[in-house]
């Protein structure tokens, strides 16, 4: 019989120790961060699961490649190295490196589209939905149907509804729509997979239309390996050759290495346009560097280039995978309702039924998070009313967000199944003294952004 259990196919050589405090010492930090996780310390925090983003450990190979680093300011060997790790994977004509995801969206916002254009996604991470309304443009997210509902699993809830795309383009055609893109895995949908076919159908659309097809593809290798697990057809195909399927109906992508790039810092934009490419590359050199560096140390391009070769190893895959579905599972076995099934890089806690006494007003995700925190020093983040609820400037009078979700992201090969079973046994824990859970106010808040800077104020006493 082969043997069943799942390890973490990694051994440890260096350790960086993670500091215990009390809860006594939680309830003070909570308080004086004004009952807002951005706001802590993360020295006070023990187990981190705010982001999966640039928070990876980097393997032995990724350090050494960090020494082979050059820093020649234009045609660098890092480069080179870097664009063939990239090239093999993402098969367009021109790869330019950013700094981060956001700034490649960035320069492709800025070079194809302007006031009054649309924009669709499956649906836009808000620095895509950002950075095209910085163009005056609008970000039109087209989620298929069953993302709607949060409790009922379904293999592909990451699509994007292909009919409501069609009768857009059919509408408004070329002139209205600069470019279609698609984010995978969808990751404000519930870190949820694209399916192939729906790449592929999305694809066929937009060509026929004549327009222009992008990736978001942070999560390209997560939503490779949901590809083959899942969908019929791809049991016996590689990653390397899903992702490379994936690609081949896109015109160009967007990439953060911070997610699947396995890299703290980094990014890049890819292209088949010769001419975009041209402007792509003038602009970068404006704001982020020469187009062998683009903002990047030579060091980073090569933790790039070799994390971009280890993110699609299937046994690494495998463990993140399984692991993340775990802590989902042994949640939503004891009724702690999630978003179904669990995504690749996060669990999603559906707040407004774990906490139903709560209005979205009163913050449901805020008040799971305090709890969380100052159970166990867990620091998930609310994906809900205060980061998508909307505030009309005159009245101030608000509009929650569709669902008041606690996304608990789990960072890339730095936390163990124990980690991960203690903070099982945490949420187990605030969720039989959920009843006494009360409700927030906000006290203090920004005009945009507020999330990561507003102050909050417990309605009554914290139990
Ligand atoms: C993180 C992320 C981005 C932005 O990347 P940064 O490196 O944080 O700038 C864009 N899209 C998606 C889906 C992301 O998860």
């Known amino acids: 019989m082969a043997i069943k259990t799942i390890i973490e196919p990694f051994r440890i050589k260096a350790v960086e120790p993670i500091r215990m405090t009390t809860r006594a010492e939680r309830e003070a930090r909570i308080r004086e961060a004004f009952y807002n996780v951005f706001l802590l310390h993360a ?8 982001t999966d983003s640039g928070t990876g450990a980097m393997s032995s190979d990724q350090w050494a490649a960090v020494m082979r680093g050059d820093e020649s300011y234009a045609g660098s060997p890092s480069f080179y190295r870097f664009e063939e790790s990239v090239k093999r994977l993402f098969p367009f004509k021109h790869i330019i490196p950013t700094h981060q995801g956001r700034a490649a969206e960035r320069i492709l916002f800025n070079v194809t589209c302007g006031p009054g254009q649309i924009v669709p996604n499956n649906t836009h991470f808000d620095t895509t939905r950002a950075n095209i309304e910085y163009r005056g443009a609008t970000a039109l997210d087209l989620p298929c149907a069953e993302s709607h509902d949060i409790a009922t699993p379904h293999p592909f809830k990451g699509n994007m509804d ?37 790449v592929r159908a999305v694809s066929e659309i ?19 390996y949901f590809v083959k697990q899942r969908e019929p057809g791809y049991a016996d195909k590689s990653v390397v050759d899903i992702a490379r399927e994936l690609m081949s109906y896109a015109d160009g992508c967007t990439m953060s290495a911070k997610k699947d790039g396995l890299a703290n810092i980094g990014g890049f934009l890819a292209t088949d346009d010769e001419e975009l490419a041209r402007q792509e590359k003038d602009l970068l050199i404006l704001t982020e560097g020469y187009p062998t560096y683009g903002g990047l140390a030579g060091r980073d391009l090569e933790a790039i280039a070799v994390g971009l070769e280890e993110v699609v190893h299937e046994d690494y895959l495998q463990y993140r995978i399984v692991s993340t579905g775990y802590l989902g599972k042994h949640i939503s076995r004891e009724g702690v309702p999630i978003v179904q099934p669990p995504g690749g890089h996060a669990v999603y806690i559906d707040c407004s039924a774990f906490l139903p006494q709560l209005e979205p007003l009163q913050y449901p995700g805020i008040a799971l998070a305090v709890e969380l925190y100052v159970e166990a020093g867990i620091r998930g983040v609310e994906i809900g009313s205060v980061m998508f609820g909307q505030v009309e400037p005159e009245s101030g009078e608000e509009t929650p967000a569709e669902k008041e979700l606690l996304r608990l992201a789990i960072p890339r090969r730095v936390y163990t199944q124990s980690h991960i079973d203690y903070v099982v046994e945490a949420i187990l824990e605030v969720w039989k003294r959920r009843e006494g859970i009360g409700g927030y106010r906000i006290s203090y808040q920004a ?17």
Do not use: W
Not at 450 to 460: D, V
């Open 447 to 463: 005009p945009f952004l507020r999330h990561f800077t507003a102050r909050f104020e417990p309605l009554g006493a914290r139990a």
């Open 43 to 50: 020295d006070d925090v023990l187990i981190d699961l705010l």
């Open 206 to 224: 937009c060509h026929r239309y004549g327009i222009p097809f992008y990736i978001d593809a942070c999560r390209f290798a997560e939503n490779a």
């Open 162 to 198: 292909v009919a409501a795309l069609e009768r857009l383009l059919e509408g408004e055609g070329l002139e209205k729509v600069p470019l279609v893109m698609m984010t995978i895995t969808n990751n404000s949908g519930g870190g949820q997979p694209v399916a192939m076919a729906n």
